[in-house]
Every structure is written in C-alpha cells, then in structure tokens.
C-alpha cells in the first residue's frame, strides 16, 4: 500500500515536471563543482532568499559534461536553465541574458574591467557575466626534491629552458621518474605557446601555425622524446580528453608540474606532510613573454528565462563585494574582482601553504600577455584547444610529424572557422 | 581442510581427478581471480581516503596514519616509525617537518623535548582504517532516497512497459501470418544498428516537443520499445507449438487471452532474461538521462554519481563509494533472478 | 503481483475481443504490434529520419532549420581520400584512421569474445561443484557500468597501477601499458571482452544444456574422444546458438564505445579511437560541433552494418522465417 502511494506521489511530481508547474519566481542554477563550489553558492543564496521573498532559486549540481555537452543543445531547444555556471564564455553568448537594465554597470566596469569583455561576443557588447572563478595557470615544484638534489631552484624570471634542465638535474640525482609535466589542455600550453611567440590572434585571424606556435610544439615534442615530460598525460589519453598530472606530483614522483591555480587545494590536502611544494609561475620563453593563461569559470543567465530580473537579482547579489569576498575566500578561489584582490583575499581556513600559493598565483597574473587574454575571451577558443590537444598528441605518440600535424590544425582550424562563420 | 579437498576435487562422480578436471578447476579460479578481485578491489577502496587512492603503490587494504594526542599539543600528531639514526626502532609522534629534517617528539614522554630526524629515516605508522565518511558523507550531501527512488521508478517502469509492449509485439511477429511481416521484423531489427550516441540530439529534440524535457517519463518511454526485446522474445515463443494456439481457439478463447493466458506463461523463462537486461539497462543508463534530466529533484543515482566529475578534478572517494551503493540493488536483483536466465536461455536455445 | 495485473489484463480483454470481431484473427496481429510499433517510429525510426536531414546541412547550429542546406557534401568530405588506405592522405584523416581501428578491433575482438566464451560456457557446462557461484562470478562484469569498469581497469593498468607494482614485486619492473599504442590497443579489446564475456557464455551455456544428454550417452558407448564429441555432437549441436552470439557480439563490437572512451580516451593518439568515437567528438563533445559530418557518418555506419545483418539473416534465414 506505501508503495502504491510512493508511486502515486512519484508520478504526480513526473506530471507536475512535464507541465512545467513552478512556483512564482523560482530561478533554476544549474552548477558543476570542482570542489565545494555549488555547495557555498547554495548557502549564500539562502541569504539572498531571506532578503527576497517571492523568489525561490534551486541548485541543480550535474555532472561537468552536462553543462559542457547538453547545455547548449537544451539552450537551443529553448529548454535551458535560467542561471548557469559555465566555462565556453564566449561560446554561449548569443542565449545569454544581457543584465544591463538590471544592474549598476558602473560598479561592473569598476569590479570586473576585462572579464566583462569574454562573455562578449560580435555586436553582443552588454553585461553578461560575472566571472565567479577566476584561474591562471602556473607550475608547482616539489621543493623537498630541490634541497634533496641540492639544485638550487631557478630565480624569477627563469626561462622554460632553464626549468627543464634544473627539473632533469633533480629528477636524475633524485631518481624522481618525472622531471615535468604539463596538464593535457590546449588551455594550458597555451601560456607556453605565448612564451615562444605564438600569436595566436594572428594579422590574419586566429592561428595554431606560426612560426611561434610551432617552436612551441616542437620544443614540447621534443621534451617527451627525451624523457623530461611525462609522456602518460598527453600519450596516454586520445581524442581532446582531460588529463592531469596531480596524481604523479602529489606521490612525489614529478619535479615540476604545470597546471594551475584550482590544484592549490588538492595539493594542500593530499601531499600534505609528504614533501614541501612552492608555486613557481610560468617561466618565460624566448619570445620574452613569461605568461600563463588566464580562465575560470562564470555565472550567466540565459535569454529564455521567464523572470529575467530575478535572475538579474541573483547575479547582481552574488557580484556584491562582500558577498564575492566571501565565495572566493570559502571556495579558495582568486577573485576576477579587482576591488577584492587589490585587498587581497583572507582565505577561510586555508593553511598558510595555501595562502601562500594562491597570492602566488595572484602575483603572477599581472605577467599574463594580452595574446592569452585575447584567447581566453574568444568564442571560438574550445576549437582551438581542442585542436591542439589531438594534434600535438599525434605528433607526440609518432603518428604524425611536427610539420603534418601543424599542416593539420591549420586545415583543422580552417574548417572549424568556416563551419561557425 | 580434507573437506575442502574434498570440495574441489570432487569431479565428474567417478572420485578421480584427471587432467581435464584439473584444467577445467585452474580456469574457473583463474576466471574468478580475473574476474571478481576488480571488483573486490573496487569495493575496498571506496573505503578509502582521496590521499590513499591517489597513493603509490596502491594498497589493497584501506590504511590511514595512526595518530595519537600528546600533552601539550592541541591536535593530534601523527606516529612515524624510525627506521635509522641515532633513534632507530622508536615510534615517535611528528611535530612537524621542515625540509628534509622532521621535529619528533616522544608520545610516551613529551617532557624529553623535541628531536630531530632526517625524513629518510622515519616510515608512517599505519593500520587499517575504513574511511566510512566516503559513505555517510553522500546522504549528508544529498538527497540520496530521491535519487534512488529515481531510478527505482524509472527502472521498474520502463522494465514493465518494456516486457509488455515487447512481448505483444514478438507474439504478433511468432504467431501471426500477416502481410508485411517480414518487412516490419527487418525494421525492428534494423533499429539495432544505430547506436544511441548517433540519434541522441534529433531524440532530444523529439522528446522536447513532446514535453517530456525533464520530466521521468523522457527517460521511460523512448527507451520503452527495445528491438533486442522484441528479437528475443519472438525467437523465443517460434519454438511454442501452434498446436496450442489452435486448441484455445477452438474453444473460442480470444486472442488476448491465449496472448495473456497462453504465450506469456509459456515464455516466462524468456521474459525473465529481457527483464533482467531491462532493468540492467536502464539502471546504468546514463547518457540519455543525462540530457533529458537537469534538475535536482529528477536525478537518478548514475548522474548523481557522475556529478562527482567536476571540470578539473573528479573527487575519487565520494564516486566509490556512490558506485558501490549503486552496485548494490543490481547485484542483489540479478542474484534473485539468475537462476530463471540460465533456464531461460537454455529454453531459448532448445528448439 | 499477479493479483494486480489479472483483473487489469481482463477489463482490457473487453474492448480487445470488440476490436477483434471488428479486424479478424489475422489483422488483429496489428493490434499487438502497434504499441511497440508506434514507441519505435517515434524514439526509433524518426531519429534517423532527422539524421538523414541534419547529414545534408552544415554549421554548428543545433536546430535544423537554422542551418544550412549543403547535399552531399558532408559525405564527398568524409571519404575524400588520395588513398583509403592511408588515413594521413585523406581530408577527414580521423574518420579513416577511426574505420580501421574498428576494423581491426572487430576482428580480433569478436574472434576472443567468441572463443572465450564459448571455452567458458563448456567448463562452467561440465559436472562442477558450486556451478551457480561460478556462473554469477563470470556474469559479474556485465552488471557493471561502463564508466566503472574503465575505472577499474585504469587503476589496475595506469604506470602507478596494481599491475605494475604487482609487477615491481615480482620483479619483472612495471611498464607503462596505456602509453604504448599496441599495448593499449590490446588492453581494450582485454577490457571489453572481459565486461561481455558473461553474456554469450550464458546463451551458450544455456544453447549447451538444451543438447540432448543421449547423444552424449550414445557416444561415450562408442568410446568417441572428447576431441571428437565436441566437434561432431556439441559444435552442430550449438550451431544456431552460435550464430546468435555472433551476430550480437558483431554489432555491439562495431558500437564499442563508452567504457573505451572513459578507458583510453581513444588513446594514445588515435590508436583506440573506434567510429561511434568518432563521430561522438565530431557531433557532441567537439568544438564546433559539426552535426552534418557526424550524421554522415553514422549513416555510412549504419549503412554497412545493415549489409552485415542482411547477410547474417539469410544466412540464418530459417529462424528468421520461424
């Protein structure tokens, strides 16, 4: 008999779904979390729903792929949620909600200056998103494996060159398996590429074949064919699959690790006592640029929203900068805004370790070329990435030379741009 | 231990052991190292901390560091074992470490002040330890009985509508001479070619306009109608007798009748193994689900599992521990049902 | 359970005779397919139809009439090619690179899965004690999701895997199996014959069981070698059995794609990249998504595996025509 009422209930809550019954104003937020990111997004909400009585807003936490592989087929459908924490920034912009009429714009300009511009897209020139996470890559080092070496760490402002022959020094006299790695990303040899002259938004659009860019891949090559990079993380893995190395740093097994800000927490909790890491930056290349690559992730709200101001309403809230501050200290993330990180972020709970490097991080951002700021806001960047990414693997495992494989993402990106134009 | 000897020795009732008996004996053990230690394993690490996933090389038990308090520090410090140096074959409790040089202390006599230790020299004192929060943590997070419940209804309804709906169509295809037979079992059977991932925007946008977005039912209905079902079961009621048919007719039992009181008796066994590949199938679904369902309170147990797959990091420990649940219910239902599957098949097989 | 559904299935009887009065007994045969028809034409049949229309446009927008109109083209792209048999002279290089890794791992994939589980199915077949526990251990693996097994078989195969420190302890020193393509290639067909096995070996078991045990008796009187029973008693016996489990296990091996894909990634490089990889990076998780191309191709997939069951058919045409 209970069972018979569950499934009564059960299916009363499937109807009601497929009408689309809701209460008043309820704002939908659909989120994916590294850490505990939804979760305090969640709690501060709370808040927010307290000071505004008739608008309810529900988390719904999915998987990443969700929000990376179905959220715009849903957006297309007209079926979108209203909020949404996405990373494709400027991909996403023609279902974006413009938040102008809803909020100080001033304050936007003063608070987030150039985050603004990468969920801009074409004539969609409004105020779209509020960059809640804002990440850069850099390296880690095992520093214990340093002192053990007894090589002294390069200086600022050490090249990548450098970099690798003191990482090669330590792992030989160390018998460490790994000297580096590189997070197996087209976002993150991005930085690198930079370094070496890449351009990236070249005089005759967006490339992944100048001679920069190719002195990178060749130099990345040939660091896996002599064993300085692990070759698992890019050999290891097909298509533009993920893959990063923490697993083999945090075993200590890896001299230098190229990744990026949002590693600071895993490290803190899982080497814990097992060895001293520090946060280096990006060496530079020599083009002269030492930069890394800015990202992160950002809040938005979608056009087909049936209650844009109050969507408006919980971007804005979520913008304040007490509120902000509060995020970036709980979810130990840099803040994208400027008034917050010119005070600087007290970081709840966080070790000094973590402290450490997330100032770290912080310090490096003002190296970042205009090349990678550029890139991270362009909308066509994910094709970029993942072009990369399977290209240079091929070039990597042997099944195509340095040249084919440049020769591909080329014809790669040509096709990709005709296709989006 | 005779008894146990006995056991496996026991062969084909003749009490000898030949060679084939011995081989058939070193397979089955081979096959269940092969195949259960996997997953033996994975129930064993889901008991572990992320740090002891991630470690190298692997244990198979779950181990933490012990530690202990000390008088005069406030949180408890953990237990190194010295493995050289001046304090050989003491456990001391670490202070902390700076470099390559560790401040030890004495648990048992903290008044005797801090020495020091290379980090070489010390090995962790550990013991096994089940890291139960992997498991209590996911009913803190969240809804868990929802989710469940979730794909329990999916599961039962769709395993339901499916043996219905296919067990009337495979009838209609065993047991009826009608024109266009032919052409409608190829098309059935042609449905199995296409693989899911290729028509899961067009059945997106499909089952959109028909307003199942986010609603259960998108999840039950489109994966109702199975063409492995209909295949099955009809290859299945051929071999029942016509004779039989014929006989209910005569005695002017309708057609739904000898459909329910006839041939669904009758392929019981058969209906057996597509319920338990039903259920298996839509308890483990998980693209299509993760399309159609956004929101919280529609989640099944395979997206709440997956959300633990972030951007950058998958949180190891928590998805375990989620997969073990999720294993749960199915292992026990096949269990349950795997003594009709191999009477099932058997009868299929049987012409 | 039953005391639900029997008063259920008789009100449904009321209006079912009516309809057959109406039809006749032999067009009455519509009434039982046309639930499961209707279910099939619409989640079924006329996804394809619109895959068919999406294989004739272009663009990465998602609704069909956002985008354009371009005929045949995806398709002269996807198999324009200087020389088929070397994917790094064709304009779409990892549609082809993607089609004879398939074809390689359909052969040697099937050929184990086959054997394996037709060796299986004969011992787990033989007088043994606990036969159920046997028989639940080798269908284990097939309950579990694809992401989990790939899980599994990472963690035991990855360089600071439970194989290789197996491996270190034994002495034989590790090595770093998902970086060497052959290595890797291999594993994959391992893993998906390891998730599968238990499947056929069940339909053969079972195919097995329904042997007449008198034949057996019959030969063991004419002191026949076991050799010879099997090939000339259990092998025809089994035949129709066999057909079965190959045709199965041919088409899901062609559709091979979730646990390779959360395994190796298609890795490395494209060593392990099958065609329902690709053509899911090409329409889902790549960037543009190109939708037209993926539609082509699946429907070149489709189109052979058709072919490939048509013969299997007539081949096997008498269960067909019952």
Redesign the interface.
Known sequence: MKQKILSVTAMAAGFAAMAGIASAQEVRFMCSSDGNECEVYEDVLRRFEADNPGITVAIDVVPYQAILENLPVQLAAGTGPDIAKVTDLGGLNKYYLDLTPYIDTAYWDESFGATLDWYRAGDRQGYYGMHSQLTITGAFINATLFEQAGVDVPAKGASWDDWAAASRAVAEATDTPFPMAIDRSGHRVAGPAISYGAALNGPDGPTLSDAGFTAFVQQFVDWHNDGTIARDVWAGQGGATYQDAAQEFINGELVFYYSGSWQVNRMVEQVGDLFDWRVVGSPCGPAGACSGMPGGAGIVGFEQTAHPEAVAAVIDFLAQKDIYAEVAARTSNLPAHLGIAEAGVEYEGASTGAQAALNAFAGDLPNVAPAAFWYQGYAGNRAMFGITVERVSQAIVGELTVEEAIARMADDLAAAMAETS | MNRVWQ??T????QGRMDW?DWV??G??FL??F???F??I??VL?SFKT??DI?????TFLPYQQERVMVDGYDEPL?LYRITGGAYEGQVLA?VR?V??QAQMVDPENPAGGRVRVD?DQREPVERVSLAVENYTGLFE??NFLRFF??ST?ITVTSTLLTL???S??A????K???RG??V????????????Q????????????QM???????GVI?????T?TG?FLLR?YM?TIPDEILDAA?MDKA????I??RIIVPLSAPAIAVLAILAI?WRW?D??WP??VL??????TL??A?????????TEWSSLLAM?VL??LP??MV??FL??Y??T???????? | MLTIISPIMRIIEIPMLALQRVLGIHRFAWVFLLPNLILLCLFAFLPVILNVAYSMTSGDNILLEDRPYVGTDNFTRLTECSNHFDPNSCSEDKFWRAIWNTLWFVTLQVGFMVGFSLLTALILNREIRARGFFRSVFFFPVLLSPVVIALIWKWILQRDGVLNAFLDWTGVGGFNWLVDAEWAFAWTVFLTVWAHMGFYTLILLAGLQAIPRDVYEAALMDRARPWRIFWRITLPLLAPTMLVVLVLALIRSVQTFDEVFAFTGGGPGTATTFIIQYIYERGFAGAPRLFGMASAASLMVAGVLVVLTLVQLWVNRRNVDG
């Open positions: 056991f496996i026991a062969t084909r009732g084939t058939t004996y397979y089955l096959g269940v092969l195949m259960f996997p997953v394993w994975l690490s992320e740090a991630q470690r190298y090389p692997p953990p670490q470490r470099g390559l980090t997070r969240f419940w979730n209804f219905l709906v296919n009337m169509a009838f209609a295809l065993s009826y001479q009608f037979r032919t409608v079992l190829l098309l059935v059977i042609g449905t199995l070619m296409i693989p991932t290729v028509v899961l925007v067009p059945l997106f946008l499909i089952v959109t307003g199942m977005f986010n609603s259960l039912w209905i489109p994966g109702a109608a063409p209909v290859q051929i007719r309708s057609e739904w009748k459909f329910w298996m483990n998980f693209l993760l399309i956004t929101r919280t309170e529609n989640l395979q997206l599992l997956n959300s633990f797959q972030g951007e950058m990091s997969t999720t294993l199915i292992a096949f269990m795997q003594k599957i191999a099932g098949i058997a009868s299929t097989g049987g012409k």
